[in-house]
């Protein structure tokens, strides 16, 4: 298992070289496959999921959106009135997503290239973490929850879950690894992370479209002993 150093420079080269184009238009409204397509709606059902974690009006709110990709849930915090750090190791998918930002909204963004842990960021009400955890093994999500929850009351992020489907389709790369060097998608358990992380982990919901399934999990490190 790649540590998390590994993994995020893994993750950083696929979307800040090889897969930037296919993922810019992915999260745009351009045409796409029907199996991309039904990617797109599942991720946009796991937007609004997380979102209705929070209060529908963020006035005041601090929230940290944690490996913001292009952009689309910092819009949605945003256009809610919260006040948004928008941070990805990727500065081609940042640059994207600040050209993305409809103006009216900018002086509520900070955009940030850079390990969505740094402790310079800030601290929050809130980290929204979208499919930006699903690449890293379960130590590496517990060590993120931990560093995040000291810096924010609830951390809701998403992992893909152990289905027969993705279980087989994970060993299988196992078997036949990759020699391209993206990053491989874990599945997780809410039993595996919570043994890994401790108490405070609860299951929000899952959103299975087509070719997207993905659990939505909420972390709030009051709940630690
Ligand atoms: C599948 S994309 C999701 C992007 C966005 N959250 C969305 O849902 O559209 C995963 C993102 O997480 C970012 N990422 C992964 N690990 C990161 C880390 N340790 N620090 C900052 N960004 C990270 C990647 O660069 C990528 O943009």
Redesign the pocket.
Known sequence: MPNYATT?DR??TY?DRTATKAWERL?SDAPVSRIRQTVREG?DKMRALMLSRLPEDLRGAQVLD?????G??TEELAKRGATVVA????PR?VAIAQDRLPVALRPQVTFHAG???DAALGVFDAVLA???LIYYGADDIARTLHALGQRADRVVFTVAPRTPLLMAMWHAGKLFPRSDRSPVMIPHGLRDLTLAAGPGLARVGRVARGFYISDCLEYRAEAQP
């Open positions: 995020r993750v950083e979307f999260t991720r944690a490996g913001c990709g292009t689309a849930m941070a990805d190791i990727s998918l390990d969505m842990t979208m499919d930006s």
